[in-house]
Nanobody, 120 residues
Framework: QVQLVESGGGLVQPGGSLRLSCAAS????????MGWYRQAPGKQRELVAV???????NYADSVKGRFTISKDNAKNTVYLQMNSLKPEDTAVYYCNADLKSSLLPRKPYWGQGTQVTVSS
């Protein structure tokens, strides 16, 4: 079984910063990409940022210049450094991993989600 465990969400004032972490564990054979999505109330889930096994990154236009995605291959962990947070960044943030486990074909996995609230 593969698990994605997120941490780091919380309440922060506008202009503040938060760092999210997501650790993948279990019978992992290979990770192709990891990323972060978010879903605000009444809205569809959207891509925030993704990083491939080769280190290539892609960001939503709304977070470019404010958010930075990075990874630690040894720990199978992806991070999302969020700076200059805005109220519109408020959402549940979900970790996603495109990986192949030792038992199953390549497929996406999701974390349980962590709440980020930006409010004064």
């Amino acid at each position: 079984q593969v698990q994605l465990v997120e941490s780091g969400g919380g309440l922060v004032q506008p202009g503040g910063s938060l760092r999210l972490s997501c650790a993948a564990s279990g019978s992992i054979f290979s990770i192709y990409a990891m990323g972060w999505y978010r879903q605000a109330p009444g809205k569809q889930r959207e891509l925030v940022a993704v990083i491939t096994s080769g280190g290539s990154t892609n960001y939503a236009d709304s977070v470019k210049g404010r958010f930075t995605i990075s990874k630690d291959n040894a720990k199978n962990t992806v991070y999302l450094q969020m700076n200059s947070l805005k109220p519109e960044d408020t959402a549940v943030y979900y970790c996603n991993a495109d990986l192949k486990s030792s038992l199953l074909p390549r497929k996406p996995y999701w974390g349980q989600g962590t709440q980020v609230t930006v409010s004064s």
